[in-house]
């Protein structure tokens, strides 16, 4: 058995005052403590920096001009004493056991590298619904698990890049590995957080995931996301699709899983201007995979079919 791992929890804050507290209440409520807690404020004009300084608990401030969530999150690894690291957005909050799920499984296993796990999507109204029940692989993920565990062997692992169980506020990773891929690659607003696993699990051995869930996603109405989810499609699959263009792969299985992610990214786009009575647009979109993007040229076409069939 290992020492206890030191987890350092980043919490990037832009105009997040309303939610702020609360996010900051459930890390300090971890049935296994953080080594500390790195509020980065990203040049927020509400009161952000008020609450975080008026938290009870122990926090290391830090504030920037805005440079968007992947630059706060960066500089707060750049801070971070701890051998790992973890994230939560101002708006999300971690289960009481978020943490000790992950520090368990690292004293278990000390060749772990990254790991992640399951989380729920909470609404307005109050309902829920867990990430894992949303997946096309769940069913390979539950045959996989032991002891509520799935570790990502190679065959998981295309699947696991491709449309991976967790999120960034259920993801902990080595801080050394963390600086060795460049962290979230910043000036990305929509996807970052795939940019980020793609390169961590391409250059990792061993990864792991929870699937019990271990934090809340909230779905603000008014988000990006939700208020034009064709531009938030489209800046996604651009994303992807600059990524893959731009890296040099080392494991096929990363590969693999990440043309995987760009299909489907490109597919839902598609789909989604079919729904707005977009015909033409998404029939240029779809060519336009079958022409640029990787991966079987088999399969690009029979996802053109499906378009053109609408």
């Not at 300090?28 to 008020?50: H, K, L, N, R, Y």
């Not at 289960?95 to 772990?112: C, F, G, N, Q, T």
């Not at 996301?225 to 992807?240: C, F, G, K, M, V």
């Not at 494991?251 to 043309?259: F, L, P």
């Amino acid at each position: 058995m290992s020492a206890s791992p030191r987890i350092s929890v980043i919490v990037p804050v832009y105009n997040g005052a309303r939610t702020l507290a609360r996010a900051l209440e459930s890390i300090f409520e971890q049935s296994f403590p953080a080594c500390e807690v790195i509020v980065v404020d990203d040049g927020s004009t509400d009161d952000s920096v008020a609450v975080a300084r008026s938290c009870s608990g122990n926090i290391q401030l830090i504030q920037q001009e805005n440079q968007g969530v992947s630059a706060a999150r960066n500089r707060g690894v750049e801070q971070a004493r701890g051998e790992w690291v973890a994230f939560l957005d101002a708006d999300d909050w971690f289960y009481p056991d978020r943490l000790k799920a992950h520090a368990s499984l690292i004293e278990r296993y000390p060749a772990v590298e990254l790991l992640s796990g399951n989380f729920e999507y909470w609404h307005t109204d109050g309902s829920r619904v867990q990430n894992l029940d949303t997946l096309s692989w769940k069913h390979e993920l539950v045959a996989s698990e032991e002891e509520g565990v799935v570790h990502v062997t190679p065959e998981l692992r295309r699947l696991y890049a491709g449309q991976h169980v967790g999120d960034t506020h259920t993801l902990t990773i080595r801080k050394d590995l963390f600086t060795r891929v460049g962290g979230y690659p910043e000036g990305v607003a929509i996807a970052e957080d795939m940019c980020l696993l793609l390169k961590a699990l391409d250059n990792s051995k061993h990864q792991a995931v929870v699937l019990q869930p271990l934090a809340a996603y909230f779905v603000h109405p008014e988000s990006v996301i939700r208020s034009d989810p064709l531009a938030s499609q489209r800046a996604a699959l651009e994303t992807y699709r600059r990524f893959i263009e731009g890296y040099d792969f080392h494991k096929e299985e990363v590969a693999q899983g990440a043309n995987d992610a760009l299909r489907r990214a490109r597919l839902d786009l598609s789909y989604s201007l079919i729904r707005h009575r977009h015909y033409l647009a998404a029939l240029t979109n779809q060519l336009g995979g079958v022409l640029r993007d990787r991966g079987p040229v088999v399969e690009r076409l029979r996802d053109l079919l499906s378009v053109v069939r609408g």
